[in-house]
């Protein structure tokens, strides 16, 4: 059987569709594309002004989101059935072990916490978790995850992402090192 250069470029083009499609090859092609997010223009930045969100420490002590005013956050929503969550959470993971001291890391899943317990024993993961107890702050609402946002210590959301990244870049090193000066 002779293959022609149509044929051999249809059966590849097959191959790559069923492997995006294979859900682990999916999360390793999604860390492959995914790039570190940029902060948002100084006009298009926004203050947080509802701080009254209350959230349930799954692995950790409940939070009232007023504590977190004066300092830099970093909140990400997620789920362990989302491919690209999954493929950002070690860049997230790294990120965390150097700054977890000098950031308040906020990551909310509607998950329960055996589900979540589970994912994070199998990948080694051990990252500040919580449900949501009271009504999400307007400007942090999103209809997709990942969504993430890195707050300054004056409120405004200087990061705004929804989907993937590489948050563990020197481009946002060096912006969490700015915004803890």
Do not use: H
């Not at 969100?53 to 362990?80: S, Y």
């Amino acid at each position: 059987m002779k293959f022609n250069r149509k044929t051999i470029s249809n059966i590849v083009f097959v191959v790559i569709i069923g492997l995006l499609l294979y859900p682990p090859t999916k999360v390793y092609f999604i860390r492959l594309v995914s790039f570190s997010p940029s902060t948002i223009t100084e006009e298009q930045r926004e203050e947080l002004v509802d701080y009254n969100w209350k959230l349930k420490g799954l692995n950790t002590t409940n939070i009232d989101f007023n504590e977190t005013k004066d300092k830099v956050v970093f909140v990400n929503f997620w789920a362990t059935w989302c491919p690209p969550c999954i493929a950002e959470m070690p860049s997230i993971q790294k990120l965390y072990n150097d700054y977890k001291d000098k950031v308040e890391f906020v990551f909310v899943s509607n998950e329960d916490w055996t589900t979540i317990d589970a994912f994070y024993k199998d990948k080694g993961y051990d990252l500040p978790t919580y449900n949501i107890l009271s009504k999400v702050p307007d400007q942090l609402v999103s209809n997709s995850i990942p969504a993430t946002f890195i707050i300054d210590k004056n409120g405004t959301i200087v990061v705004d992402k929804k989907g993937p990244a590489d948050w563990n870049s020197d481009k946002i090193r060096i912006l969490l090192d700015e915004l803890l000066q």
